[in-house]
């Protein structure tokens, strides 16, 4: 039996406990950074080989001697003050250690593990509209949980809130202000980084172990907002993708696993989290969900009178063409290249940056392949060290997102050149540059001088149907985020014929 030794860590955790410390019995030898992830503390991936300086740790006492290429990635003060890389080292000995986190990715509130439940007044039709003419109760018109009746009015505190698969992000408004935030990561990466792992892991016995881990991740954000604002926010407004949906209320993600991927649910909902009443945005599909719908609202897709495009790319690529009366929107599986390949120190849009340098300077040829020594070795830019496969990863996604604007474009009946605006939105599309993503082809040429960046569309939607959801004779949440919906015509990218061809046809860079 192996020696085993005491381990104290001080930081932020997700299990429920109301401590702010955890004291563990591990092995001997064994690497901190498994120790650490195993045991669902807070920290950032890794990828394991001291490059990307993320997972930071604090020894209390007796730190190790830094590495080298700790002395590269951490000041004299971090190292002086014992700050190490966790995934660089394995313990020895007993020993004390604090996390080395953003503050905005360590919330200062203890988690709360809440109930979660649907709204108990009125009929099923009631809690959960079936159609447009189904209505969910607003706040201050049917309490969900039996207070008594609000003044409407503007100066009413809500919660907006984004669940992304791997970070969740919420703001508190009040009179068209945010007064308050809170961000953190999902909880749920414990059981892998994205929805597939989610969905397998729900199948396997472990869905519910991810609504309690989510509706806590919530109840955190609720807690530090009544602290920070004096009050409670009156209800939340939730955008997510189906998954994530399915896992917060409770619903089975086994038909998301397997064709023809019927979610149980994609209509708006009212449940209730952390005592107050959580509206959920309604889906398109399995693969097109609350989120893509929030960006539209946020966007003013819905309404535009002109022809545009919206992606949301990382593992999945959620792409919606068209202007108000018709959309059609689709889902593409992008894999991990536009996530970084798994790689804490290499994000997608830099890959993407990287990848139209290295066609720039004849380092790469249009087939993806580096020339020597660099297809062997790799080859070093910017911190990152860029592998032959992880080109081959990007032409993959790369690939699968053009061949999806290609269809839509056509299914629709409109060239390239009609469209007036690309939006990208989420952190990929903030920070990739319009240039380099179409001159490795991953959007069309014609596209130039019309891609922006859009941000957070769906935590921005979420804050904006919150907003409307105040007052006396606004429209009903249900009726409004359907409405967005009912012009939407979901098409699956496997089920069309020519999808292979236009897929191996975008897998080259353009020359």
Known sequence: MSETITLLVHGAFYRGDEIQRRVLTVRKQENLYTIL??????????????????????????????????????????????????????????????????????????GVLPDMERAQEGTDEERTAEGTDGELPLPGERPATGRTEERPGADVLYAAVDIGTTTVAMRAMCCGQEVAAYAALNPQRAYGADVVSRIRAGIQG???????????????????????????????????????????????????????FEPVNIRPQQIVVAGIPAYIICGISAFVGGDIVSGMAATGLHNADNLQLFIDLGTNGEIVLGKKGKFL???????????????????????????????????????????????????????????????????????????????????????????????????????????????????????????????????????????????SGRSSFASYTQSITADCRYLNLAMQENFEKKYISNLDFPS
């Open 37 to 110: 992830k195993r045991e669902g503390l807070y920290l950032y991936d890794c990828s394991g080989n001291g490059t990307c300086g993320k997972c930071r740790v604090r020894f209390l006492k007796d730190a190790p001697l830094p590495t080298a290429g700790e002395r590269v990635l951490l000041s004299a003060e971090e190292l002086r003050a014992g700050v190490r890389l966790a995934c660089r080292h394995t313990v020895r000995a007993d020993l004390e250690l604090a996390l080395e986190m953003e503050p905005a990715q360590i919330p200062d509130v203890i």
């Open 329 to 471: 929107c689709t889902a593409t599986a992008a894999g991990p290249a536009f996530e970084g390949n798994g790689s804490a120190d290499l994000m997608g849009a830099d890959l993407i940056r990287i990848a139209a340098d290295l066609l720039d300077e004849g380092v790469m040829d249009a087939q993806g392949l580096l020339c020597e020594p660099f297809f062997s070795k790799g080859i070093d830019r910017t911190g990152a060290h860029i592998l032959q496969e992880h080109i081959r990863e990007l032409q993959k996604a790369k690939a699968a997102v053009a061949a999806g604007i290609d269809l839509l474009l056509e299914q629709y009946g409109a060239p390239a050149r009609e469209i007036t605006h690309v939006l990208l939105a989420g952190g990929f599309g903030y920070y990739l540059r319009p240039d380099s993503a179409i001159r490795i082809g991953l959007l069309p040429k014609a596209f130039e001088g019309r891609v922006r960046a859009v941000g957070n569309t769906a935590l921005q939607g979420a804050c904006l149907i919150g907003g409307r959801m105040q007052g």
């Open 206 to 260: 472990h869905a519910e172990d991810m609504r309690r881990q989510i509706c806590s991740c919530l109840a955190d954000g609720i807690k530090l907002i009544t602290e920070q604002c004096g009050r409670k926010p009156e209800y939340m407004v939730i955008a997510a993708n189906t998954t994530m949906v399915h896992l917060l209320c409770g619903e089975s993600v086994e038909p998301l696993s397997a064709y023809p």
